[in-house]
């Protein structure tokens, strides 16, 4: 080869060495949360602007159990992971299925992309995925007020079904959202399953107030979202209003607390200037 074409070629390889770094255009298509027993595709996007490929990892927590090299025959290997099951038949170059995810496999699942010569590029991407099984039934509210003549506070429990993982509740008092609980904690239940509580104590609910209607919200990712029956509070003796924040907010977080007592504040003394 002469010097000059020597040359331009080497430009052109530091050319693309330079400009392809990294594979354009990478996407993981991977569930945030999948129901147990069900299939589930993971997707992963590329772009190796014109290289050949050379491989298509995939693992969960580095644990690799899907691999698609085309030079090989098959081109597809399978490394058996308990509680993963990989359909080979609709599995390619882009896409792994997973049949019938076991409650274990629940991790980061991580796609790693390698281009072969000139390239040698190899990039890879992870995403965390949940196998989550759902709640039967919705939540519940339930309203202690008999401490409320003793000048004790009314406590207000969101109880959300059994799931795993816990559910995130959401209760709202009067239509309005209530940011923060006094305090929250999860029980576990038969079968490994989570069930989430959380409560509010409202001192000083009086008259004044007129009556308070609660509800609640449980969620689960994307796969489970349900009220509860709304529970109607008529408190009979009138008070000053206030809230009562508990131990969930400690330390560092003392100042994000203050600002959740503010809004709490904020959205009860809105609710209750609406009603006058
Ligand atoms: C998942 O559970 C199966 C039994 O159902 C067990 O054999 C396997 O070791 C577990 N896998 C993980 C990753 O914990
Ligand atoms: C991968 O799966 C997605 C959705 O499941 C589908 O739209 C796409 O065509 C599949 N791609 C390949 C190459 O199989
Ligand atoms: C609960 O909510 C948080 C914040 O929106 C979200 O990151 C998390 O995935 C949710 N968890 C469940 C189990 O839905």
């Known amino acids: 080869m002469r010097p000059a074409a020597s040359l331009i070629l080497m430009v052109f390889v530091l050319q693309r060495i330079s400009s392809g770094k990294s594979l354009k255009g990478m996407r993981l298509n991977v569930p945030r949360a999948v129901r147990a027993g069900h299939s589930v595709t993971l997707g992963c996007e590329y772009d190796l602007e014109d290289a050949p490929l050379y491989s298509v990892k995939w693992y969960r927590d ?45 991790g980061l699942f991580q796609c790693e992309v390698s281009a072969d010569a000139p390239l040698f590029h190899t990039q890879m991407m992870s995403s965390p995925m949940t196998v989550a099984v759902v709640p039967v039934g919705v939540p519940t509210v339930s309203v202690d007020k008999a401490g409320l ?109 203050t600002n959740r007592l503010f809004y709490l504040l904020l959205s009860l003394i809105a609710v209750r200037s609406r009603r006058c």
Request: charged fraction near 20%; aromatic fraction near 8%; charge should be negative.
């Open 62 to 106: 580095n644990g690799e159990f899907y691999r698609y090299v085309p030079k090989e025959e098959p081109p597809t290997r399978v490394f058996p992971l308990p509680g993963l099951h990989v359909d080979v038949s609709v599995s390619n170059a882009h896409n792994v299925t997973l049949m019938s995810v076991g409650r274990n496999i629940s």
């Open 149 to 257: 003549e003793h000048g004790r506070p009314l406590i207000a429990d969101c109880n959300a079904p059994p799931s795993y993982p816990a559910s995130n509740i959401t209760l709202y008092v009067n239509d309005e959202r209530v940011p923060a609980y006094t305090s929250e904690w999860i029980t576990s239940v038969e079968d490994h399953l989570e069930r989430k509580t959380g409560r509010l104590e409202l001192s000083g609910v009086g008259g004044s107030w007129g009556t308070l209607r609660l509800r609640c919200e449980a969620t689960l990712f994307r796969l489970y979202r349900a009220y509860s029956l709304e529970v109607e509070v008529r408190p009979d003796t009138p008070q000053p209003a206030s809230v009562l924040l508990g131990p969930s907010n400690k330390g560092e977080k003392s100042a994000a607390s």
